[in-house]
T-cell receptor, first 110, second 114 residues
Protein backbone atom coordinates (compact mmCIF):
# COMPACT_ATOMS: atom_id res chain seq x y z
CA UNK A 1 0.00 0.00 0.00
CA UNK A 2 0.86 3.67 0.10
CA UNK A 3 2.09 5.40 3.24
CA UNK A 4 4.35 8.15 4.54
CA UNK A 5 6.43 8.05 7.71
CA UNK A 6 8.04 11.15 9.12
CA UNK A 7 10.02 11.79 12.25
CA UNK A 8 8.08 12.61 15.35
CA UNK A 9 8.34 15.99 16.91
CA UNK A 10 8.50 18.38 18.35
CA UNK A 11 11.84 19.50 17.00
CA UNK A 12 13.28 22.45 18.92
CA UNK A 13 16.12 24.47 17.42
CA UNK A 14 17.83 27.76 18.01
CA UNK A 15 17.66 30.41 15.34
CA UNK A 16 20.20 29.87 12.53
CA UNK A 17 20.54 26.15 13.29
CA UNK A 18 20.45 23.50 10.58
CA UNK A 19 17.16 21.66 10.12
CA UNK A 20 16.49 18.13 8.92
CA UNK A 21 13.07 16.48 9.08
CA UNK A 22 13.15 12.89 7.87
CA UNK A 23 10.48 11.46 5.60
CA UNK A 24 10.28 8.02 4.04
CA UNK A 25 7.54 6.58 1.91
CA UNK A 26 6.06 3.39 0.56
CA UNK A 27 4.25 3.60 -2.73
CA UNK A 28 3.14 1.64 -5.74
CA UNK A 29 4.17 3.17 -9.02
CA UNK A 30 5.93 6.51 -9.28
CA UNK A 31 4.47 9.02 -6.84
CA UNK A 32 4.96 12.75 -6.67
CA UNK A 33 6.27 13.96 -3.32
CA UNK A 34 5.38 17.09 -1.38
CA UNK A 35 6.17 19.02 1.75
CA UNK A 36 3.45 21.20 3.25
CA UNK A 37 3.58 23.69 6.10
CA UNK A 38 0.75 24.48 8.50
CA UNK A 39 0.67 27.51 10.76
CA UNK A 40 -1.61 27.48 13.84
CA UNK A 41 -5.30 27.55 12.99
CA UNK A 42 -4.71 27.53 9.24
CA UNK A 43 -4.87 25.12 6.34
CA UNK A 44 -1.85 23.49 4.75
CA UNK A 45 0.28 25.36 2.23
CA UNK A 46 2.55 23.77 -0.31
CA UNK A 47 6.20 24.33 0.59
CA UNK A 48 7.89 22.37 -2.19
CA UNK A 49 7.49 19.34 -4.39
CA UNK A 50 9.42 16.86 -6.54
CA UNK A 51 7.86 14.75 -9.22
CA UNK A 52 10.52 12.22 -10.22
CA UNK A 53 13.61 10.51 -8.90
CA UNK A 54 16.59 12.79 -8.16
CA UNK A 55 14.49 15.93 -8.50
CA UNK A 56 15.19 18.57 -5.89
CA UNK A 57 12.37 20.78 -4.73
CA UNK A 58 13.22 24.09 -3.11
CA UNK A 59 11.45 27.13 -1.73
CA UNK A 60 12.21 29.82 0.90
CA UNK A 61 15.54 28.19 1.74
CA UNK A 62 14.01 24.73 2.25
CA UNK A 63 15.12 21.83 0.08
CA UNK A 64 14.24 18.17 -0.37
CA UNK A 65 15.54 15.59 -2.85
CA UNK A 66 13.46 12.71 -4.20
CA UNK A 67 15.56 9.61 -3.45
CA UNK A 68 14.03 6.56 -5.04
CA UNK A 69 16.76 4.16 -3.90
CA UNK A 70 16.13 4.99 -0.25
CA UNK A 71 12.43 5.95 -0.71
CA UNK A 72 13.10 9.19 1.14
CA UNK A 73 12.30 12.89 0.81
CA UNK A 74 14.01 14.58 3.76
CA UNK A 75 13.38 18.29 4.33
CA UNK A 76 16.40 20.50 5.04
CA UNK A 77 17.13 24.15 5.70
CA UNK A 78 20.54 25.59 6.38
CA UNK A 79 19.54 28.33 8.81
CA UNK A 80 16.11 28.37 10.43
CA UNK A 81 14.30 31.47 11.62
CA UNK A 82 11.72 31.98 14.34
CA UNK A 83 9.15 32.51 11.60
CA UNK A 84 9.73 28.91 10.41
CA UNK A 85 8.00 27.61 13.54
CA UNK A 86 5.09 25.53 12.24
CA UNK A 87 4.01 21.96 11.58
CA UNK A 88 5.50 20.30 8.50
CA UNK A 89 3.81 17.48 6.61
CA UNK A 90 5.37 15.13 4.09
CA UNK A 91 2.97 13.70 1.51
CA UNK A 92 2.85 11.63 -1.64
CA UNK A 93 0.42 11.61 -4.52
CA UNK A 94 -0.43 8.58 -6.60
CA UNK A 95 -3.28 8.98 -9.05
CA UNK A 96 -5.94 11.15 -7.48
CA UNK A 97 -5.18 10.34 -3.87
CA UNK A 98 -2.80 11.91 -1.40
CA UNK A 99 -1.18 10.26 1.60
CA UNK A 100 0.17 12.32 4.48
CA UNK A 101 2.66 11.76 7.25
CA UNK A 102 1.63 12.56 10.80
CA UNK A 103 3.36 15.94 10.81
CA UNK A 104 6.42 17.28 12.62
CA UNK A 105 6.16 20.36 14.79
CA UNK A 106 9.13 22.69 14.59
CA UNK A 107 9.84 25.23 17.32
CA UNK A 108 12.57 27.76 16.64
CA UNK A 109 13.82 29.78 19.60
CA UNK A 110 15.44 33.22 19.26
CA UNK B 1 -8.35 35.43 -6.80
CA UNK B 2 -8.67 31.68 -7.17
CA UNK B 3 -8.87 29.53 -4.10
CA UNK B 4 -10.87 27.47 -1.68
CA UNK B 5 -13.19 28.95 0.89
CA UNK B 6 -14.58 27.22 3.94
CA UNK B 7 -17.25 28.58 6.17
CA UNK B 8 -17.72 29.18 8.95
CA UNK B 9 -14.27 29.33 10.52
CA UNK B 10 -15.63 28.38 13.94
CA UNK B 11 -18.75 26.32 14.52
CA UNK B 12 -20.44 25.22 17.70
CA UNK B 13 -22.97 22.45 17.87
CA UNK B 14 -25.00 20.81 20.55
CA UNK B 15 -24.85 17.07 20.92
CA UNK B 16 -27.41 15.30 18.76
CA UNK B 17 -27.51 17.99 16.07
CA UNK B 18 -26.39 17.60 12.49
CA UNK B 19 -24.21 20.37 11.09
CA UNK B 20 -23.03 21.15 7.55
CA UNK B 21 -19.62 22.59 6.71
CA UNK B 22 -19.28 24.51 3.49
CA UNK B 23 -16.46 24.17 0.96
CA UNK B 24 -16.32 26.09 -2.32
CA UNK B 25 -13.54 26.31 -4.91
CA UNK B 26 -13.17 28.46 -8.01
CA UNK B 27 -10.07 26.71 -9.31
CA UNK B 28 -12.03 24.50 -11.71
CA UNK B 29 -10.58 21.44 -10.03
CA UNK B 30 -12.12 18.04 -10.62
CA UNK B 31 -11.32 16.45 -7.28
CA UNK B 32 -12.31 17.61 -3.81
CA UNK B 33 -11.47 16.15 -0.41
CA UNK B 34 -12.45 16.41 3.24
CA UNK B 35 -9.96 15.74 6.02
CA UNK B 36 -10.23 15.69 9.75
CA UNK B 37 -7.36 16.85 11.96
CA UNK B 38 -7.24 16.29 15.71
CA UNK B 39 -4.85 18.24 17.98
CA UNK B 40 -1.26 17.25 17.37
CA UNK B 41 -2.32 14.73 14.75
CA UNK B 42 -2.03 14.31 11.04
CA UNK B 43 -4.78 14.40 8.44
CA UNK B 44 -7.34 11.65 8.08
CA UNK B 45 -9.39 11.39 4.90
CA UNK B 46 -13.16 11.44 5.39
CA UNK B 47 -14.54 11.55 1.84
CA UNK B 48 -13.33 12.49 -1.60
CA UNK B 49 -14.95 13.17 -4.94
CA UNK B 50 -13.41 13.04 -8.39
CA UNK B 51 -16.46 14.01 -10.40
CA UNK B 52 -19.83 15.64 -9.92
CA UNK B 53 -22.47 13.35 -8.41
CA UNK B 54 -19.90 10.78 -7.34
CA UNK B 55 -17.84 10.40 -4.16
CA UNK B 56 -15.97 7.73 -2.23
CA UNK B 57 -15.47 7.00 1.43
CA UNK B 58 -12.11 7.68 2.95
CA UNK B 59 -10.62 6.14 6.07
CA UNK B 60 -13.07 7.59 8.60
CA UNK B 61 -16.38 8.12 6.79
CA UNK B 62 -18.66 6.81 9.55
CA UNK B 63 -20.90 9.54 10.93
CA UNK B 64 -20.29 11.87 7.98
CA UNK B 65 -22.05 12.48 4.67
CA UNK B 66 -21.25 14.56 1.58
CA UNK B 67 -22.76 15.66 -1.69
CA UNK B 68 -21.25 16.88 -4.96
CA UNK B 69 -24.04 18.46 -6.96
CA UNK B 70 -21.79 21.13 -8.47
CA UNK B 71 -18.15 20.97 -9.47
CA UNK B 72 -17.24 23.89 -7.25
CA UNK B 73 -19.01 22.77 -4.08
CA UNK B 74 -18.47 19.83 -1.72
CA UNK B 75 -20.34 20.29 1.57
CA UNK B 76 -19.73 17.96 4.52
CA UNK B 77 -22.45 17.06 7.00
CA UNK B 78 -21.40 15.89 10.43
CA UNK B 79 -24.27 13.81 11.71
CA UNK B 80 -25.29 12.95 15.24
CA UNK B 81 -23.92 9.46 14.58
CA UNK B 82 -20.36 10.82 14.70
CA UNK B 83 -19.31 10.01 18.26
CA UNK B 84 -16.49 12.49 18.63
CA UNK B 85 -16.97 15.30 16.12
CA UNK B 86 -14.91 18.02 17.81
CA UNK B 87 -11.99 18.59 15.44
CA UNK B 88 -10.49 20.83 12.78
CA UNK B 89 -11.90 20.08 9.32
CA UNK B 90 -9.97 20.81 6.16
CA UNK B 91 -11.28 20.85 2.61
CA UNK B 92 -8.93 20.50 -0.35
CA UNK B 93 -9.03 20.23 -4.12
CA UNK B 94 -6.76 19.09 -6.91
CA UNK B 95 -6.53 18.64 -10.67
CA UNK B 96 -6.96 15.00 -11.63
CA UNK B 97 -5.29 15.12 -15.03
CA UNK B 98 -1.94 16.29 -13.66
CA UNK B 99 -0.70 13.78 -11.08
CA UNK B 100 2.29 15.97 -10.29
CA UNK B 101 0.14 18.85 -9.12
CA UNK B 102 -0.39 19.68 -5.51
CA UNK B 103 -3.50 19.68 -3.38
CA UNK B 104 -4.87 23.09 -2.47
CA UNK B 105 -6.31 23.57 1.00
CA UNK B 106 -8.94 25.84 2.45
CA UNK B 107 -8.42 27.68 5.77
CA UNK B 108 -10.35 25.07 7.76
CA UNK B 109 -13.39 24.99 10.04
CA UNK B 110 -13.01 24.30 13.73
CA UNK B 111 -16.05 22.40 15.01
CA UNK B 112 -16.75 22.21 18.73
CA UNK B 113 -19.52 20.10 20.20
CA UNK B 114 -20.88 21.50 23.41
Amino acid sequence: GNSVTQMEGPVTLSEEAFLTINCTYTATGYPSLFWYVQYPGEGLQLLLKATKADDKGSNKGFEATYRKETTSFHLEKGSVQVSDSAVYFCALRTGGKFYFGSGTKLNVKP
Amino acid sequence: DGGITQSPKYLFRKEGQNVTLSCEQNLNHDAMYWYRQDPGQGLRLIYYSQIVNDFQKGDIAEGYSVSREKKESFPLTVTSAQKNPTAFYLCASSILADTTDTQYFGPGTRLTVL
